[in-house]
Nanobody
């Protein structure tokens, strides 16, 4: 199983930006897709974005399209989530996850980080 460690969360005002990072413990050859999910209190975990091994193919959830950008640095085994134009509705714990396939489906992700809190104030 790939070990994942998120960082970069925090408190930001609406309209601001944050960049999350997720470092993988090893070269994830068997888990080429890296994704971000989020979970707000009382809500189900929601797909945010995913990127394939090369970084060329990406997927985004409808609620973040045009505002968030996912990228990866293969040499550093790190994936990033640049979040711009943040809204209070973006407040959640953000989780990094790894999958064999490029997909929005949570069930295909079998390695998870511990999560990092993002809070957007109005």
């Amino acid at each position: 199983q790939v070990q994942l460690v998120e960082s970069g969360g925090g408190l930001v005002q609406a309209g601001g930006s944050l960049r999350l990072s997720c470092a993988a413990s090893e070269r994830a050859l068997t888990r080429p897709t890296m994704g971000w999910f989020r979970q707000a209190p009382g809500k189900e975990r929601e797909f945010v974005a995913a990127v394939n091994w090369s970084g060329i193919s990406t997927l985004y959830g409808d609620s973040v399209k045009g505002r968030f950008t996912i990228s990866r640095d293969t040499a550093k085994n790190t994936v990033y989530l640049q979040m711009n134009s943040l809204k209070p509705d973006d407040t959640a714990v953000y989780y990094c996850a790894a999958s064999t396939f490029l997909t929005e489906s949570l069930s295909w992700y079998d390695s998870w980080g511990q999560g990092t809190q993002v809070t957007v104030s109005s």
